[in-house]
């Protein structure tokens, strides 16, 4: 997917209804600033925002991905190819996600049991350790919480039973046994509770 192609094609389109950046963004309800970023190629509108923008620019989702008004003839071969682009997207961005749960993860334990070790050993008013022990389990409860809602949403889990590839939902994924991010849990389609693994494409 070319950014700037995009970009360019939404400025040419927009002028040709006749419409400022502002006046776009109105029609949108959003900041002239978004609109900008587009035109220049610095991000894509996001999904929720894009229905809306081609219908305006009187063009299809297909049109805006492509950077172009896609011809009949190859409308199907360029779906494929933006739908391609878009599985990549998903996944290169869950990678990065899997990865900030890591560190969010490892920050918070290790924040954890540096306020524990130190509310039992440092000499220091009981008031005081008393809150360091809150802190250190609010920062906890925080980074896991968060750590569970990444592991959740970023790809996928398989069952090994069926093979059918899903996303848990939050509850589930929280209070499951895991090793890792292998998890016990029941599969929503053959029902069998088995160790999934995560896996990131589908
Ligand atoms: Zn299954």
């Known amino acids: 997917m070319d950014q700037e192609k995009i970009g360019r094609f939404i400025?040419?389109?927009?002028?040709?209804?006749?419409?400022?950046?502002?006046?776009?963004?109105?029609?949108?309800?959003?900041?002239d600033r978004s609109v900008s970023k587009w035109e220049n190629g610095i991000c894509l509108p996001d999904a929720g925002t894009m229905p809306k923008l081609c219908k305006i620019l009187n063009i299809s989702i297909n049109d805006l991905f492509s950077g172009e008004i896609v011809d009949m003839k190859n409308n199907e071969k360029k779906l494929e190819e933006n739908l391609l682009e878009m599985a990549k997207?998903?996944?290169e961005k869950d990678k990065q996600l899997l990865k900030l749960e890591f560190v969010i993860g490892y920050i918070s334990s290790v924040t954890f049991l540096i306020l524990i070790f130190v509310a039992s050993f440092v000499e220091m008013e009981t008031w005081l350790r008393i809150t360091l022990i809150i802190i250190g389990l609010i920062i906890f409860a925080f980074g896991l919480g968060h750590a569970v809602k990444i592991e959740q949403t970023a790809g996928y889990y398989e069952c090994p039973e069926c093979n059918y590839k899903y996303v848990p939902t939050y509850k589930s994924v929280l209070w499951a046994q895991h090793i890792g991010r292998t998890r016990k849990m029941k599969c929503p389609k053959c029902g069998k509770k088995s160790w999934q693994k995560k896996v990131i494409s589908k």
């Open 11 to 31: 400025q040419k389109r927009r002028k040709e209804k006749k419409l400022t950046q502002s006046e776009l963004a109105e029609k949108l309800n959003i900041t």
């Open 89 to 91: 997207l998903k996944e």
